[in-house]
């Protein structure tokens, strides 16, 4: 026998409880709140450049076919910022879980207020997230079904 104290699954249960707590730090907040709606404004500044670049050779006058590039420059944007979009989500709804989980553990009063704070930040970023999530979605179905170069 070791000298060792054995331990049972619930004190291991409970220490990885308290290392991913420990692990709720301010940068996958912030990541949490931004990566999403950054994606949107990359596709939406991105994506008007590239679209005024292509159709700037074109007027009602004299219509010229759309570039070659155009089409596939604007879905790979599309997809990148999609998957960034994304995980931006994912980070979020993961932010507000370890931010429950703080709170509901949370034993002094500045623990317990820093934690309420975390968790309202937390739900923010996750509303604004899927907020531009769906922003991305609705962008992304208009590249898909609007001609580039076309009249709005």
Known sequence: M?????????????????????????????I????????????????????AQACSRSDAQHPAPVPSWAIPALIVLSMVCFVIGAIGVALAWRTVTFARR????????????????EWFLARVSALSSAMFMFG????DLAVIVVSPCGRW
């Open 102 to 117: 703080k709170r509901s553990q949370a034993r002094s009063e500045r623990e317990r207020r820093v934690a309420e704070l």
């Open 2 to 30: 070791s000298d060792q104290p054995t331990r049972t699954r619930d004190a291991n249960d409970r220490d990885g409880l308290h290392r991913d707590l420990l692990r709720f730090h301010s940068w996958r907040l912030l």
């Open 32 to 51: 949490a709140a931004l990566a999403t709606p950054l994606a949107w404004f990359a596709q939406m500044l991105i994506g008007e450049v590239l679209t």
């Open 136 to 139: 991305l979605v609705a962008t």
